[in-house]
């Protein structure tokens, strides 16, 4: 089997963070297939100080097949705020109304919820003689008058933070 330089630029808030990205959009592209000439599933390895034609020198006449090299064009400046997210909260006005429920799973798997405790065992044992897998019932609250959800939180980005700019190369087995 044969090797073929490849080059792709990605972007990201580090070299590690960038090549797993740009290898799960190849995945995507071109398969998980370790011969298929291209740079996913291969090994990050570490970054080559040079200039870009010392760099495609490098991995033509020096690189291990299989190998992943990264050259830095521009470095990611990290946030360095001291509070990094953003709370929105979202107050409910007036009285929250809850209902107790009975919730039945197997396997990890939501099946069902009832509001007596009976019909839930019933429909569980239903369920456990036809699947012959154990199933749990669960009691629970349910808010049922207001939006359960009380507060978003954002990541809040920094005004200098950037992600950085990188040119990974190797030599893909094809």
Request: hydrophobic share 30%.
């Amino acid at each position: 089997m044969g090797a073929s330089s490849v080059f792709d630029d990605a972007s990201g808030s580090s070299p590690e963070e960038a090549y797993r990205k740009l290898s799960e959009d190849t995945r995507e592209e071109h398969g998980s297939d370790f011969y298929n000439g291209q740079i996913n599933d291969l090994n990050l390895v570490g970054e080559f100080h040079g200039n870009s034609e010392e760099f495609e020198t490098f991995i033509d006449m020096k690189c291990n097949k299989g190998d992943v090299y990264y050259m830095t064009r521009n470095k990611a400046v990290p946030n360095t705020n001291k509070i990094k997210t953003v709370v929105h909260r979202k107050p409910a006005k007036g009285t929250r109304k809850w209902i107790t429920e009975y919730a039945v799973t197997c396997r990890s798997r939501h099946l069902g919820a009832f509001e007596k405790q009976d019909e839930a065992i019933e429909y569980a044992r239903r369920n456990a003689e036809e699947t012959k897998e154990p199933c749990i019932v669960n009691i629970r609250k349910r808010l049922v008058s207001h939006s359960p959800n009380v507060a978003i939180i954002e990541y809040k980005r920094s005004s200098k933070e950037c992600y950085g700019s990188y040119l990974f190369g190797a030599l893909a087995p094809d």
